[in-house]
C-alpha cells in the first residue's frame, strides 16, 4: 500500500517536471524566433552599394540575408521591376541604363521558394549622354571654334584635344567654344565630354581639318619682263591646288606639285599686284599678302621734229610705267636723263655741222630699263636753216663757252633757269642794235658767257648788289658784241645742278626784252614755281632791261 502511493507521487512528480522542461524549450525557441525577426527587419532596412561603372552600367552589391540557406537567391530591382535573373552572389552588374536618368536600385531577397523581402532602394542619377550634333564654325588655317546641342542633366562639359589633353572646361550654358594656336592646315582632333555629379558622358570625337596657310611666294630673280614675270613659292602642306590672283582676280588654278608659274599678257609697265591661295579638303586659304611687281616699262617709239647744222629735236609718247628716259647717241648714254612728265628733247651737244648720229630712247623704272626704242638717224645740215624775218645777215664770226649738263657747285642748292643764245661756230649772225646785261659772276668757266636772262628761286640772287658775285649789269656799248643767228636756249635745272629741261624760244632773232616775253610759256610746260617767280618779279626785269 505504502509502495503503490509511493509509485503515484514519483509519477506526479516526473510529469510536472517534464511539463515544465517542455515550458523551458517552448519559451527559448520564442526568444529565439524573437531574435530572428528583429536581424530579418534589419536586413532589410539597408539600402545596396551602387558603384557607377559608365552612363549605363552599375555595379550593385548588398549583404548576405540573416537566414542563407540553400534555397536563398536574389535579385536586382530596377524602378520596382525585376532585372534579369536571380543570383546566390551578393554582388551583380546592371546594364542598359538611359544616360542621363534617374533609378530606383532595391534587392528581392527569396528563401523557400517566395519572396521574404525587399531591401530599401538607392536612387542613382546616371552620368549624362555624350555630346552631340557636333559643329565647327569660323574655320581657319590654325583655329576653329566648336559648338553642339545641349545635353540634358550636364552641369558642364570638357574639351579634350586628342584623346587626354584638356584644352578648356566649360559650364552648362557654355555650347560653343573657340580654339586657336594650332599648327596651320594640321588635321586636329577633339574629344568632347559631359559631365554631371555622378561622372562622365562616353566620348564624342571629331576631327577637324584646318585650312592651309597662303603660299609663301615670291617673284624670281631677274624673271621680269615688259608683260610678263615668274614666281615660285614654297609647297603648302596636305595642298590639293593653288589660285593665282593678278589684280584681285583669280587667272589661274595650280597643280599640287608645281612650285613655279609665269604670268604672261599683261599691260607693259603697269605695276601688278599679286596674291595667292591654297586649297586643301577644308577649302581655301586665306589670299596672301599682295605683292607689288612693276613691269618693265615698254620701249619707247621715237621720233625726229626738228633737225638743224647744230642741233635735232627728239620726240616719243609716253611708256607706261616709265619714272625717267635715257637718250643714247651712238649707243652711248650721253645725253639726257629726261623725267618721266617730258617726252621730248632738243639735243646741242658734241654736234658738228653735217655729222651723223644714231639716237635710241630707253624708258626706265625701279624693275629696269626697257628696250632701245627704233633708231632715229640724224645727219645735222651743213649750214644753219635760220633767218631773221627780211632781215639781212651778215657773218661774224662769235665764240662762246656752252654749259654743261650739271651746274658748277657753286650754281646749285635751287632751281635755276638760264636763258642764252648758244654757240655758232659758222652761219649768219646779227648784230644786236638793242643793249643786254651781262651776267657776272666769280666762277672763271663762265666768265666768258653771256646771257641775256637769268631766273632763280632765291629771289635776292636777282637783286642788285646783293652778293658781290651775281648782279645784273648793263653792258656799254663798246662791250656789246655779235650774237649768233641762232634760236635762243632755255634750259632748267634742278636743285642737284642737272638739267632737267630745255627747249628753244620760237622766234630767230630778238632783243631781251622780246625773249622775256617768251619766258612764261617755258615756264608753264616744266615749272609752276618758276613760273610765279617770273610773274611776280616781270616789272623788275623788264626795268632792269632798260636801265
Known amino acids: 500500500m505504502v509502495g503503490e502511493i509511493m509509485k503515484k507521487n514519483l509519477k506526479g512528480s516526473l ?19 524573437a531574435g530572428g525577426d528583429s536581424r530579418t527587419s534589419e536586413y532589410f532596412a539597408q539600402a545596396p552599394s551602387i558603384t557607377h561603372l559608365s552612363p549605363e552600367k552599375i555595379a550593385v552589391s548588398w ?28 554582388a551583380k552588374t546592371v546594364e542598359h541604363f538611359q544616360p542621363g536618368g534617374t533609378y530606383s536600385i532595391a534587392v528581392v531577397t527569396y528563401d523557400n521558394g517566395s519572396a521574404v523581402g525587399v531591401s530599401s532602394p538607392t536612387t542613382i542619377l546616371m552620368a549624362p549622354a555624350a555630346p552631340a550634333a557636333i559643329g565647327t564654325y569660323d574655320l581657319g588655317s590654325a583655329s576653329v571654334g566648336l559648338f553642339w546641342q545641349k545635353v540634358d542633366t550636364a552641369i558642364g562639359y570638357r574639351v579634350y584635344h586628342a584623346s587626354d589633353t584638356l584644352l578648356q572646361e566649360l559650364t552648362a550654358t557654355q555650347t560653343r567654344v573657340f580654339f586657336s594656336g594650332f599648327t596651320p592646315g594640321s588635321l586636329v582632333k577633339f574629344r568632347l565630354t559631359a559631365f554631371n555629379t555622378t561622372g ?13 596657310p597662303p603660299p609663301v611666294f615670291s617673284v624670281i630673280e631677274n624673271q621680269v619682263g615688259v608683260d610678263w614675270f615668274s614666281f615660285k613659292w614654297t609647297p603648302v602642306e596636305n595642298a590639293l591646288s593653288y589660285q593665282v590672283l593678278i589684280n584681285e582676280s583669280a ?39 599682295a605683292l607689288l611687281i612693276q613691269l ?114 657753286s650754281l646749285r642748292g635751287q632751281p635755276l633757269v638760264w636763258v642764252y643764245f648758244p654757240p655758232e661756230l659758222e652761219g649768219p649772225t646779227l648784230e644786236l642794235e638793242a643793249s643786254y646785261f651781262e651776267f657776272l ?28 658775285n651775281l ?22 635745272y634742278g636743285p642737284d645742278g642737272s638739267l632737267r629741261h630745255m627747249i628753244r624760244i620760237s622766234m630767230a632773232i630778238m632783243s631781251p626784252h622780246d625773249v622775256f616775253k617768251e619766258i612764261p610759256e617755258a ?21 632792269l632791261h632798260q636801265k
Open 15 to 33: 510529469l510536472k517536471g517534464a511539463t515544465i522542461v517542455l515550458l523551458l524549450i517552448a519559451l527559448l525557441i520564442g526568444l529565439l524566433e
Open 63 to 90: 549583404k548576405p540575408y540573416p537566414g542563407f540557406n540553400t534555397s536563398t537567391h536574389y535579385q536586382v530591382q530596377t524602378n520596382h521591376a525585376l532585372y534579369g535573373f536571380s543570383t546566390k552572389h551578393t
Open 200 to 212: 562622365e558622358s562616353y566620348y564624342a570625337d571629331i576631327a577637324v581639318q584646318l585650312l592651309p
Open 251 to 289: 587667272v589661274a588654278t595650280l597643280a599640287s606639285t608645281i612650285t613655279e608659274h609665269r604670268i604672261d599678257g599683261l599691260p607693259a609697265g603697269d605695276t601688278i599686284s599679286l596674291r595667292m591661295t591654297a586649297q586643301n579638303p577644308a577649302g581655301y586659304s586665306e589670299q596672301s599678302e
Open 296 to 409: 618693265l616699262p615698254a620701249a619707247p617709239v621715237l621720233a625726229l621734229t626738228e633737225v638743224s647744222s647744230y642741233s635735232c629735236t627728239l620726240q616719243w609718247a609716253v611708256a607706261n610705267g616709265a619714272a625717267y628716259y635715257k637718250v643714247y647717241e651712238n649707243e652711248q648714254w650721253a645725253i639726257f636723263n629726261v623725267p618721266s612728265s617730258i617726252t621730248t628733247v632738243t639735243v646741242t651737244q658734241n654736234i658738228v655741222a653735217g655729222m651723223t648720229a644714231t639716237y635710241t630712247v630707253r624708258a626706265v623704272n625701279g624693275t629696269g630699263e626697257s628696250a632701245h626704242s627704233n633708231p632715229v638717224v640724224v645727219t645735222y645740215t651743213s649750214n644753219s636753216a635760220i633767218v631773221r624775218n627780211a632781215g639781212d645777215l651778215t657773218g661774224v664770226q662769235a665764240t662762246f663757252s656752252q654749259f654743261s649738263d650739271i651746274l658748277p657747285e
Open 441 to 468: 659772276t666769280a666762277t672763271p668757266e663762265l666768265s666768258s658767257v653771256r646771257f641775256i636772262g637769268v631766273f632763280t628761286s632765291d629771289v635776292s640772287k636777282v637783286r642788285v648788289a646783293k652778293r658781290p
Open 471 to 492: 648782279t645784273w649789269k648793263k653792258v656799254s656799248p663798246e662791250r656789246q658784241i655779235k650774237i649768233p643767228g641762232h634760236l635762243p636756249m632755255v634750259r632748267f
Open 523 to 543: 615756264f608753264e610746260r616744266s615749272d609752276s614755281n618758276m613760273l610765279q617767280l617770273y610773274q611776280e618779279n616781270r616789272d623788275r626785269f623788264e626795268t
